[in-house]
């Protein structure tokens, strides 16, 4: 190509890095886009390039698969209750070493090796994250989160790193102390909440918001808080996308200015939503 | 354009994003590309992008088909010895106003209309550009500069600001605190040694150094101070090209890592140069 | 004269040089002051004095005597309507490059010169002033003052350097980045309420304001807003008086202490003004 | 017991205290110190009185039990080379899993909920600890430390946080960016050389260094370096010890004030070494 | 003693060091803890410790012996009125000397040779302590404290400076700038409240508020502010208490959390009401 | 006088003004400069006068006759041997009780009421001036300043106060702790070698250095190191002044640039040396 139309389509770029800059973005990463090799790759480009144009970004990462993979490998059989995992105390440790031992450092990793600058951590590390036991026994060590101090974050941040975070919460209450599985969606939204974010960016394996959800053509763009809880009055949201729809919505009423359900199975997601004019998935606003 | 190759595209270009964040560069701007009304919206973008990127950027400005016009308009004409403008009394009177007032102060406001932040300076401004007089009478208030203060542009690039700066320096010694005129290629040359820059960009209205300056196929794309030389005493510089070689050595053994000329006929030459593997123009290095 | 009563006076002043420590003051430099030689001189030294004493100068100068001048030399007619200058785009040209490059660099290079630390700006950088075109068409390229910006000279003021400043604004609105000629009173009195001054002083080519415009015996030493507002309504005011009177009232309203009118014909006014019992001219309070 | 012997036992550590604030103290913590329930409370209490004198404590931690345990539950065989682990890339996960995401979270968990202030990181984070393979095949992804770049550690204990560290290295050279098994007693010998720490602190499952490992009261209170290398020479340092001893030489001959080899299988060992008269183990020093 | 057991102890205060970095107490030094020598010594002790984990420390120190001693030595009677010293010019001047220049900066002296970090000031310093002249005039120069600007003392507690203050107030209104004697706790209890103290501590040469003055069985461990008032309509405080016990109310009133009275008669009150379970002598809350 | 006088008087000053500014000046302070009502009130304001034009001011002050006053109140003799008080330890104290705290504070609590920033301090105080006990049993108490610690000083110029100085120091070797009488033209000195000051100022009650003691004609203005030793040796230097010329001598071989020894007994020495063209008394230059 030839440099002339590079150099456009940097400047095609430039009013939305100028709009980012210096802004905080939280991107939950998860699904297929940690899976595959050539979509991991991108996302730490992605990552990289927003923190070169100023962008504060902190990224919270899933890890299902891995964490299958391991409880196979030690003879423990997965199973989850409403949508989460049941986590008794052997299935914890397992969670706690695979997400915040294997995949957090391999991030962190990957991000280093691509020259950035990466830390990673968990909701343990300055007790950052906050949980409480949920009340469902068969549960286990599942946590609701409580409390996000941001300040451990504000200090990565600060100096420069970009924080890669676990979603294992530090147990308060009658667990105090103790390690919780906590919600990576969840976890993501209530950082951005706590940390002002412009943006929370959730990455899926779907499209978006789908009017049909078997009509890739019917993905809706934008769409206001009072649209969507309209929308799931009429049954019209699938029920995986409750959960993601809520914490979207718990991130804009505590003061996130916009939401992005996006599809992380295409690779630089979140350059194109971003840096392009007309972004991608499905874009959550109050009002 | 799909947005998956405009992705590619900001993605290729991240390596030199990386290895030129946090470093100054400074830029000699003028010729075509000052008056071409594209070539100019193109380079106040560039500009603002190499600021969004992180590069402490300072523009060395020139200006003379502007002081030209402003001399004819007042019925005194313009006159030249050895490529420096003879400059009476009355002929500063007018250098100054067009450059500091004019020139200078437009390209801080198209700045800025950009979206980014600009002050516009001389070297009378906290007497940053020192100058004594030149001997040849004739010449006039022309300077010669001896010294760089560069607090005032570090202050301004810490505070965030593009500084824009006018070749009118503060004279010293016989003409004590008088305006002298100064040539802005070598301004640029003194300002990117001063601030230990990364690179000093000289925008021109040709290709580069070329071995057949009829020839462009002739461009030659890298050259060490050695190699130059060698050319220039073969007679294959030409004598335009002279005293802007000059400048790059000045530079080059002063601190500056690498100097370039570049042509400014054609579009965005500051981001080709930075961000694309082929660059453009020649590139001057110490060795 | 004996040390004993250099001392007594220097003494004398301290009580005054005690009470501005660290307080802003904005001067509105004209008329006289800026064309004779030796007024220059003198103003010159006072601020420079000033800043060694520890008050925060801004100096916001005038030009209209080197405007007309310019204009003349290239057969430009120089109109005024309601006392406001009738700006077509050429004449604003002359305008900006004549303040911004003529006046406000000459400034700064004689602080320089006398030993202390200035920086020329205008309302373009940073976009400091914003202003907006009048809407009678006659007048053209002249702009109401909307917001000042102090961010950038707080940059300069903190970093030691006396800020000098051409009235020439941002455009905002319909001629967003374009140039507009704006009335230096009204930038001195905006700049003076933006950074919360303790006194806004007005030199002028008249003793201050008088009872009787033919009697100089008859100035008033003081006066609130509401016995200016009073005078007025007598036409006890003169008509040229009435704009810098309504400055004054501007700058009381909005947070600055005191406003003064002082005669710039005079030497060492503004020492006088600062560090004598008596002052000089008319000074404006709030009450 | 009565108030009054406390105070006195307070006043006692007084002369201790003093001496060691704002000093950095990089402890190695293993061996029983880590197994058993009481000796960890007593550990993590000890650090946080350290940290509360204002004491800058780094603690780098081990976890061999740890790992063996998950090895075995997976199904896989520990297997050792002169001292080192055999560590092919499937062993490398697990050592990775454990000790960064269990271990580690897990002493982080007990500080905070001791009321102090912990960060759990490993040497990927920040690429804090660089190592290269090391060449014998059969040990597969085991390092050698290179380098350490203590910048983040100094963020972290700058915001008053205690760094808890894994002996996991980021990989360089032909193994750039994958994750290394290192020696941790090794780690915490090139992170106190790094800081120019005051002490290094070499928790063990042994009294010190004893002339007659058969006999407890052979203890060698103080040896120098000469005296150490002598010891060696005769062979009179037992194998175990020898990787230990050399540690605390290349600590000692890269700037750090003291080196102890000290017994983590009493309580409080870290406490009585640094605040009692005494002291406890062998201590180091260079000369 | 064994090194176990001292460790247990260190351990034992951890909860309180713990509780108290960070926050400033005022402690008011008197009575016998001035006089005796190792009850001196011990407080020295007490400072320092107290200063090493983080408390951030201020003495306000009487010395009413010492002032009766060098009144006696040059031929002047004490008189009271009121339990106010009759202060007239000379012994004012005795008063100033005896505190600011004998005992003030032997403290200070004490606490350097044991290893702190002290400054020696008064109310004078920065005019520190400004108070009037109480009315009745055969007091004399007896002053009521009317303002404490804490910026001198934030200045050197900054600094890592303990703060030793004489009560010697600046005048202020028909003393203007003259020194006046003021009650040492009523100094300590207005500097407590002008820093928002954590404590104020007035040592003193009794148990602590006893039910019965003459059983020390009696003494109340605990009072609130409407408890305490309470006691005193019923008189049961004694008249000697009462100025100390007001000095307490206004500084809970105004922001202290506790106020205590404690017995300067024992070795290191301080330690031990600060660092053990049962504390010392009487504390008063707010509510 | 008219105000225009007073303008150019303030102007003539400003050349002294500008050089001064942010420059160290030590004055030794005592004679009749301390004991005259309006000389002692001169030297507050000319203190403040140079505080507002930014000159970093250090007073140390004397107090013989104050000292001889209370010793001969508290009935005790007044001794000397070689020009220095016999100090047993009652005079010690004496000398303590009337330099730290009366004269100190006095001229302390001036500054104050002259709208002055002071802080009184000792040499004891952060044991800033270390000194030991002089050889000759007879003098007792009597010090040489081995060591000054600038640090508490920088930290209260640093805070805008001017600090002021008694000269009793903090006693090392066989008196560790104890406080020390020692020489105030001395602790001048060495403060100012200490704080690497532009001036050391030596306030006396003769006119500086004359050719004949009994001609005040024959006044010598310019002094060099080697011109001063010579007049020594040709025993033209008057016995009095011999210690105070060394004391000049140490200052400017230990980097400070001007040494004086102005005449006390005059109003405004400080202000008449420093702000006008003639100076007054004797100054001394390192070559």
Same mark, same amino acid.
């Given at each position: ?31 297929? %886009? ?5 979509? $991991? ?30 409880? $196979? ?15 008794? $105390? ?62 451990? !974050? !504000? ?6 790193? *970009? ?8 147990? *308060? ?14 976890? %993501? ?20 918001? !789908? ?19 309209? !929308? ?26 916009? %939401? ?8 630089? *997601? ?18």
């Amino acid at each position: 190509m030839e440099n002339k139309i590079r150099a456009q389509i940097l400047i095609h770029a430039l009013p939305y890095i100028q709009h980012f800059q210096g802004k905080t973005i939280v991107v939950k990463y998860g699904g297929n %886009a940690m899976i595959n090799y050539e979509l $991991k790759a991108a996302v730490i480009q992605d990552l990289i390039m927003m923190s070169c144009v100023g962008i504060r970004t902190v990224l919270v990462h899933g890890g299902g698969p891995e964490i299958d993979y391991m409880l $196979k490998k030690t003879g423990k059989e997965s199973r989850f209750t409403k949508g989460f995992r049941n986590t008794d $105390k052997e299935t914890m440790e397992i969670v706690q070493m695979v997400l915040c031992g294997k995949v957090n450092k391999d991030i962190t990793g990957l991000i280093q090796q691509a020259g950035g600058k990466a830390i990673g951590l968990c909701g343990i590390d300055g007790a950052m994250i906050k949980a409480s036991k949920v009340k469902d026994e068969d549960m286990g060590f599942v946590g609701e989160v409580d409390e996000v101090d941001a300040s451990i !974050l !504000l200090t990565a941040l600060d100096a420069g790193f *970009t924080p890669v975070i676990s979603p294992v919460a530090y147990g *308060t209450g009658a667990v105090e102390g103790h390690p919780l599985n906590i919600n990576a969606d969840t976890a %993501a939204a209530k950082i951005a909440a706590a940390l002002g974010a412009e943006k929370l960016i959730l990455m899926t394996d779907i499209q978006g918001i !789908l009017k049909d959800v078997n009509d890739p053509a019917s993905l809706i763009k934008t769409l206001s808080i009072k649209e969507l809880l309209s !929308l799931k009055d009429k049954n019209l949201i699938s029920k995986g996308m409750i959960p993601k729809a809520e914490c979207c919505i718990f991130a804009l009423e505590n003061g996130v200015n916009k %939401a992005h359900i996006i599809d992380g199975r295409l690779p630089h *997601t979140l350059l194109i939503e971003l840096f392009t004019d007309e972004g991608i998935g499905t874009m959550l606003t109050a009002v």
